[in-house]
């Protein structure tokens, strides 16, 4: 009795329970209803920002431009930030903020959270957008704690964060709350991510740092060993688009290239075939062959035989690597699939998460 005659029940950790649920189902359907949540895929390469009814509205390169003497002065992020790469005048810097998955300048992220949720939402919101973001299985706690914060200062009010192959496989549309295991492959700029998911979950997933920079500087090191010549990040990047592969190519390919000969240290050009990419960039690909090797062999019985059925689905840039696929399929002789619109696809896959309310739980 509480003293006015009534009876005080206390029910106390059910009702918590049931507050919380009911609490954050509210909460992330209004946060849809105004648009005020922003989906972010920050990439080591690319970010990308997802928002309801407008799909994907930022795409650009994870670079901010900022002077050299007050790194609080910006001067250009994502696409005009590229453009600066590798060509800024003296006092103005060019950061890459991410590395191999993880934030290496934590200030530099915050700006370009901040500068992409503007882009993306506005500024003239009086109430901070609540922010998703997907962040690679690999990371330590406290990395996983950085991206966190840096989406906490950019100004968002609450940050939920989503591991990256989950939500790659849901914006591939993959079937992640069967019974059924399948395996997605995310091969992005600074890590791959690989795993297995089957009834909403991951069951098990492995990272390694290699991905698309890794095979740049594969071709910067072989130009350099083979003539002599030091080639650009940038340049590495075009050739490998350009001529890159997973499997050696029957016809052959050649294209020119620039760089500053190391010796004369002047300008200098050379001709580099298909199949010398193809060498210089094979051992990054083999580790990530390696890398779904070592969770097959880890992932159980039931689930790898799903696995052998409905076939490896492959994401991210990496991914459109030529060959790539059937490099993999030939070699673990199991069927290879490319995502639909691989570059995007985490990025999707953050959008569903709120239309979807048995997704809730997993945030
Ligand atoms: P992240 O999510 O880590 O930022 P992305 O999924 O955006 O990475 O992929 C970026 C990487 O994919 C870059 O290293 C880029 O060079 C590479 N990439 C993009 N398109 C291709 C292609 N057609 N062939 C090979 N590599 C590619
Ligand atoms: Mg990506």
């Not at 670079?63 to 003497?69: F, G, L, M």
């Not at 992005?188 to 009834?199: F, Q």
């Not at 090191?221 to 940038?234: M, P, T, V």
């Amino acid at each position: 009795p509480d003293g006015s005659g009534r009876i005080a029940v206390t029910m106390q950790i059910d009702e918590d329970r049931l507050k919380l649920t009911k609490d954050t189902r509210a909460e992330l359907f209004s946060a849809d209803l105004f648009s005020r949540a922003v989906r972010i895929d920050l990439g080591t390469s690319n970010t990308l920002v997802y928002v309801k009814s407008k799909g994907i509205v930022v795409s650009e390169p994870t670079i901010v431009v900022v002077e050299s003497s007050n790194e609080r002065k910006v001067r250009a992020v994502g696409d005009d930030a590229k453009i600066m790469l590798g060509r800024t005048t003296e006092g103005v810097m060019a950061v890459r903020p991410m590395r191999e998955g993880v934030i290496t300048d934590f200030d530099m992220t915050q700006i370009l959270l901040q500068y992409f949720t503007r882009k993306a939402v506005g500024s003239s919101y009086l109430v901070k957008p609540r922010l998703f973001l997907t962040y690679p299985c690999s990371i330590s706690g406290i990395e996983r704690r950085a991206v966190m914060e840096a989406a906490k200062y950019s100004g968002g009010r609450k940050v939920y964060l989503v591991e990256k192959p989950f939500a790659a496989a849901l914006g591939s549309g993959l079937p992640v709350f069967d019974p059924s295991g399948c395996m997605i492959v995310d091969i992005g700029g600074g890590t791959t991510d690989v795993s297995v998911i089957s009834l909403g979950g991951v069951v098990i997933s492995h990272s390694i740092r290699v991905g698309g920079v890794k095979m740049d500087e594969a071709i910067i090191n072989f130009i350099k060993r083979e003539f002599n010549i030091l080639i650009g990040d940038r340049t590495a990047e075009e050739v490998k688009l350009d001529l890159g592969a997973a499997l050696p190519i029957r016809e052959e390919r050649r294209a020119r290239i620039r760089g500053r000969d190391m010796v004369t240290n002047l300008p200098q050009t050379t001709e580099i075939t298909s199949t010398q990419i193809y060498q210089a960039i094979h051992e990054p690909c083999s580790a990530i062959l390696s890398a779904i090797k070592w969770v097959l062999e880890r992932t159980p019985p039931e689930l790898a035989a799903d696995v052998m059925h409905n076939g490896i689905y492959i994401t991210g840039g990496g991914s459109l690597l030529y060959g790539m696929d059937q490099m993999i399929a030939s070699e673990l002789g199991i069927p290879v699939l490319l995502a639909k619109e691989s570059m995007d696809c985490a990025a999707l896959g953050l959008g569903n998460i709120i239309e979807n309310f048995d997704l809730l739980q997993h945030l």
